[in-house]
């Protein structure tokens, strides 16, 4: 082979790095011993002195002897806990965790001692709690316990006997191994390698010398070393974050800390909620951080520490849950703090500086609550539609995903919502062909500079990103798009640039690229793995041969200019071309004869050694080459070892040459190497410019896919109002959401199913229809087309105008929550309360089924007062509901729309109308007329509805007719009930009627309806009870003269209940006149009361806290009592009996008034069947469950 052509065969193949290739150069550096423990550190060689020669350390003796603490024991065996393959469990047994590699038996015997033990202790004792790979010649070897964790995390089989227990993995998996390790077990892992020696080939090694090349942690998963010689681009694992949370005055503080970019990014001003969404959304790295300030140490009583002491304990028990450890810590600034603690346990410098990235909510849009996001399907729920799934097409990549869930949970300012509307519109209406852009991480870019890892691979994609980036920013066409992009950039990094100096970084940053690395632009065809192939060795056997030889040595071949490294290449081709030299005098001679005289198995042979890096000659005994030997001066050649190989054939000149040629090429990859890492340092000063081009490219690539996906699937633009434009000139019509022809996101436009509605909303509705009418629906549609409005993208409509809002709420019927010990009703009125401490005049408030993890009069009252704080908050929204006692409620919503969701006939040949049909044939003719035969047209229009539909909702999904037949037999015994009960009250004169139009309608004649009427009314029932209850009655003299409260004329009674209390019964009743406050004597009693309200209403009760339930009436209800509203009450002793006895005393004072006319305001107490005697279990005749109560009041 000629050297011509041995060159061209070298330069098409070898552009990659050998699997087995030389180390990096890196030494160790030693720290003086201080009050610290000695530590050791790494660093690139082109770091250190020019003139200091590299030190291999000389650690002191480990102690073999040294003991685990207990902190350390306990962290072990929490992770040995989850062991669970058999090949993992059977070396437990094995292990002692008192020693801090975990081994039973310390090594005491030569033949028992284990591989590097002392060098394992010593890296130990600066790391107990992390794994330990070191580096031992083709493997990352472990033992004890660390070797048992390997085995069950990442798949590996134990090596040896398993005294101690052993376990590796080969170099090629190392990155395999640590991403099992690390980001799927969450364990931290020290990587040790070998410094690389200098060249020794044939020559007994020395000892190895190791050093920490990388400590892996779930916050910093990426191992960097060996980077630079890698032939493709390796990609780095994606760190998550460390977060931090705090309470202060003026909101809730998220702290997210990187540490592969060292930057720090703080959210003020957030929710409880936003925070709760933070965490559900994932993505961080244990522990979670939560800062304890000094206000929670002060008293308890204090309601500001017991506030934040709950808040503590409520994020704690989510966070486990989602994050699985909590740590919480003390410090003046909680930012500080957390970044002190970052850095020790981090082992960060104390200097280590971070770059801080603000973000407040006090000029933008809160995140979304967690509800919103879920009911979106931003979080992924079960049975939710992701909207993002409707916002990119399926090919998107995960950067562009991830980039636009975080804008979703994070709405941005209007200014930036306004330029990505407009970079849409623009990418809408462009005519011209887009740059590709390479998607690379800004974080990966960072590392990869910072550590000088950075191979030619690297520098060749960064190169086509800077072109993709420099070309839209020059171009005239492309220019207005890359200004607008820009702002979601600068909000993204935090570093302003415009369209000019991005330009200029990337010609600076491309002219360095340029001066280095060979082919930037990649146009030259490439072999991608310059590894010498077992099949391709196998199939060769001449002069062949001698090219992969080659090809394996060379990689350093196309990475650098060749100008750069002349001498190193005049040195490579020189060797090259004495090996090609010997070796074609050698081998031509042998292969004449082996031609002419020996058979294809005896034939001589060129051997490629791939483990020994050598070229050698196969020659088969007693064959005819044989003979030549001793005239070609042939020898056996030594390994690198220094062993002799007695089956292979060289020469002296032979193993010259090719000793010259490895040190040429070992001296030649050191030259590539200290290329690529001066050019990684010369651009590290060009970093901001590299973040914001990869984040230019992300945004853009995102944006022109959703462009094309909203364009397929039909979607309009939304004008967005900002705050500002909202106050000015007509507020009241800036204020209003338009929105024509609205769909729900997840279906087709085009399609002649789909219902389209409009919508002009300024303020709250009540939404009402039947089931499965799309109530839920029309609400995600409302949120969907509001959160992408804001966040500048296209909307499911054909157009929309909307005003800034400042808040999404999107709340559907909640499930419980076991781990926090909450029913379903608990965390709805939860959620409910973060609603109401955001809600603002500019929030969108859409509240779907309130009220029905409750009794339904309970949760339709909640559900009234809940919607009245909205309307009164002058929010827009609309809230949904099946409790059609709401719209018969005297609640004050004067600017409330009524809306509803219309229905139609059902089509006669449909499967409902069958379905009636059956029931009629089934002799159900009366049941059947309960099924309307009615299907929602899902459109929203004006009006009220209380329409169900259930049984034909449960007819339409085949529920069994029998079932639904039984149900409207149930339904009607339920309505002939309500029936015959409002007869019964017509009859009794129980029905509650204005009080106009009771006076002179009793047959009783006119009463004076003043409260000292009533209050004889209750002296009259008091009286009554009293009577009829057994025990004697002793009458106790009452004070005539008191200040305050008046006492009428009448007997007073002695407790007959056999309680003790310190108050008395009473049968003369007490007056509270208006802007009076009953005595303090009626703590601890029993008290029935009547209260006149000021508007003429009456009302009769029984509480154990008279002042308490007084104040809820003068300030409570659908017209408060009012500071007139007088009251009466009697009192009786506090216990079982003494409450048993008060209901009875309230249900005949309601009959009593009643029945002399009053105008009562509910007389539902009246209606208990129950008599004092039977719920007191007095006599012979008393039940043994009343017995019992009565023998422990």
């Not at 009930?977 to 006076?999: C, F, S, T, W, Y």
Request: glycine share 6%; proline share 6%; hydrophobic share 40%.
């Amino acid at each position: 082979m000629t050297s011509a052509a041995r060159r061209l065969c070298v330069v098409s193949f070898a552009l990659s790095r050998a699997s087995n290739g030389p180390q990096p150069n890196r030494v160790v550096l030693w720290r003086a011993p201080s009050w610290q423990k000695s530590k050791c550190t790494t660093a690139p060689a082109s770091d250190i002195h020019p003139q200091r020669q590299p030190v291999r350390p000389h650690a002191r003796k480990a102690d073999i002897n040294q003991t685990a603490s207990l902190e350390t024991q306990a962290f072990w065996e929490q992770l040995l806990t989850q062991v669970q393959k058999p090949n993992a469990k059977k070396l437990l047994d094995q292990l002692d965790l008192s020693n801090p590699m975990g081994v039973r038996v310390l090594p005491g015997r030569r033949t028992g001692k284990a591989p590097l033990y002392p060098y394992f202790l010593k890296v130990k004792h600066e790391h107990p709690r992390k794994i330990v790979l070191v580096r031992v010649g083709e493997f990352y070897e472990t033992m004890g316990t660390d070797a048992i964790l390997l085995v069950q995390h990442a798949g590996l089989n134990p090596m040896g006997q398993g005294n101690p227990p052993r376990a590796g993995c080969p170099i090629i998996n190392l990155r395999k191994t640590l991403t099992d390790l690390v980001v799927e077990a969450g364990i931290p892992t020290v990587v040790c390698e070998e410094v690389p020696d200098e060249y020794t080939y044939g020559q007994r090694k020395s000892q190895k010398t190791r050093f920490v090349a990388g400590v892996v942690t779930p916050a910093q998963p990426q191992y960097m070393h060996g980077l630079v010689d890698g032939a493709a681009d390796v990609s780095l694992e994606d760190a998550a974050p460390l977060l931090g949370i705090s309470a202060s005055v003026g909101g809730y503080q998220v702290m997210e800390v990187r540490l592969d970019t060292h930057t720090c990014t703080v959210m003020e001003g957030l929710t409880e909620d936003a925070v709760s969404a933070r965490i559900h959304q994932g993505g961080m790295v244990p522990p979670l951080y939560i800062h304890k300030s000094a206000q929670s140490n002060k008293a308890s009583q204090l309601s500001e520490a017991s506030f934040e002491a709950e808040w503590m304990h409520r994020v704690a028990a989510v966070s486990r849950s989602q994050v699985g450890l909590v740590r919480r810590y003390s410090s003046p600034d909680p930012l500080d703090g957390l970044l002190e603690m970052v850095r020790i346990e981090n082992g960060l410098a104390a200097n280590t500086a971070f770059q801080m990235v603000k973000s407040s909510t006090l000029n933008r849009p809160k995140p979304l609550f967690l509800s919103t996001a879920q009911q979106l399907g931003i979080h992924r729920t079960r049975g939710m539609v992701s909207l993002l799934d409707s916002l990119l097409s399926s090919e998107a990549s995960m950067a562009s995903r991830q980039w636009l869930k975080r804008l979703l949970l994070l709405p941005p300012p209007t200014h930036i919502a306004h330029s990505i509307a407009q970079a849409c519109q623009l990418l809408t209406d462009l005519q011209d062909p887009l740059p590709w852009y390479p998607l690379m991480s800004s974080r990966d870019i960072v590392l990869r500079l910072s550590s000088q890892e950075a191979s030619d691979v690297f520098f060749r994609e960064l190169v086509l990103l800077l072109s993709a980036v420099g070309a839209t920013t020059s171009s005239d066409t492309l220019r207005p798009i890359a200004e607008q992009i820009l702002q979601p950039v600068e909000l993204d990094t935090g570093v302003q640039q415009d369209c000019a100096g991005l330009h200029a970084a990337c010609r600076t940053v491309l002219q360095k690229i340029g001066s280095i690395i060979q082919d930037p632009y990649g146009n030259a065809v490439r072999d991608q793995d310059g590894n010498a192939h077992a099949e391709d060795i196998a199939s060769a056997s001449g002069m062949e041969i001698l090219g992969i030889f080659f090809r394996h040595n060379e990689t350093f071949r196309g990475k650098v200019q060749d100008g750069l490294m002349k001498a190193e290449l005049f040195k490579v081709e020189t060797a090259g071309q004495a090996v090609e030299t010997e070796l074609q005098r050698l081998y031509m001679p042998l292969s004449r004869v082996g031609l002419n005289r020996d058979l294809t198995k005896m034939r001589p042979c060129i051997i490629f050694d791939k483990d020994n890096n050598a070229i050698w000659l196969k020659i088969v005994r007693n064959s005819k080459a044989s003979e030549l030997s001793e005239s070609l001066a042939l020898e056996h050649p030594r390994d690198r070892n220094g062993k002799v190989v007695l089956d292979r054939w060289s020469t002296a000149e032979l193993e010259g040459a090719l000793n010259s040629y490895r040190e040429a090429c070992l001296t030649a990859s050191k030259a590539v190497r200290m290329h690529l890492c001066s050019l990684a340092k010369s651009i590290k000063v060009d970093t901001q410019a590299l973040v914001t081009a990869s984040t230019f490219a992300v945004i853009v690539t995102t944006l022109e896919n959703h462009v094309r996906e909203a364009s397929r699937r039909g979607w309009g633009v939304a004008e967005q109002l900002s705050r500002e434009q909202c106050l000015k000139d007509d507020p009241g019509s800036r204020r209003t959401m338009e929105i024509d022809r609205m769909w729900p996101y997840w279906l087709d436009a085009r399609s002649a199913s789909t219902v389209t509605n409009s919508v002009s909303m300024s303020s709250m509705f009540l939404l009402t229809g039947p089931n499965m009418a799309g109530k839920s629906t029309i609400l995600r549609s409302l949120c969907a087309v509001a959160v992408l409005g804001a966040c500048g993208l296209m909307i499911p409509a054909a157009r929309a105008c909307l005003p800034y809002t400042d808040a999404f709420i999107l709340r559907n019927f909640s499930a419980d929550s076991p781990l926090e010990g909450r029913s379903s009703f608990a965390v709805e009125m939860i959620e409910m309360r973060h609603v109401l401490e955001d809600v603002t005049e500019h929030a969108l408030i859409l509240i779907d089924e309130l009220g029905k993890g409750t009794e339904v009069k309970a949760g339709t009252a909640i559900a009234g007062a809940m919607l009245e704080q909205l309307h009164d908050s002058c929010c827009r929204g609309a809230f949904a509901t099946h409790l059609h006692q709401l719209l018969d409620l005297p609640i004050r919503v004067p600017r409330l729309v009524n809306m509803m969701m219309e229905t139609c006939a059902a089509h006669p040949d449909s499967r409902q109308t069958a379905s009636i049909e059956a029931l009629e044939d089934m002799n159900a003719a009366h049941q059947a007329q309960l099924i309307t035969g009615r299907k929602p047209t899902w459109k929203m229009v004006e009006g009220t509805s209380k329409e169900s539909l259930a049984l034909d909702v449960a007819l339409q999904w085949r529920v069994p007719a029998a079932v639904v037949r039984r149900a409207a037999s149930l339904l009607l015994e339920h309505d002939q009930l309500d029936d015959r009960q409002e007869a019964m009250d017509h009859k009794n004169g129980l029905m509650v009627e204005p009080a106009g139009q009771i006076e002179g309608s009793s047959s009783h004649g006119p009463v004076g309806n003043s409260i000292h009427d009533a209050a004889a009314r209750l002296q009259e029932a008091s009286e009554s009870q009293m009577n009829s209850s057994p025990g004697p009655a002793e009458p106790v003299k009452a004070d005539s003269t008191f200040a305050g409260p008046q006492q009428l004329d009448g007997a007073s009674l002695s407790d007959t209940t056999g309680a003790s209390s310190s108050c008395s019964f009473t049968a003369a009743p007490m007056v509270i006149a208006a802007r009076q406050n009953p005595p303090p004597s009626t703590v601890g009693c029993s008290c029935v009361y009547v209260v006149r309200r000021q508007d003429g209403w009456f009302y009769c009760g029984q509480t154990d806290d008279l002042r308490g339930r007084l104040q809820t009436h003068r300030r409570s209800g659908v017209v408060k009592g009012g500071p007139r509203m007088e009251a009466a009450y009697v009192t009786i002793p506090s216990g079982q009996e003494g409450q048993s006895l008060a209901k009875a005393i309230e249900r005949q004072a309601i009959l009593a008034l009643q029945h002399a006319g009053f105008p009562m305001l509910s007389v539902t107490d009246s209606r208990s069947k129950q008599s004092p005697k039977g719920r007191l279990g007095h006599g012979q005749n008393a039940t043994p469950l009343a017995a019992d109560l009565s023998g422990t009041a």
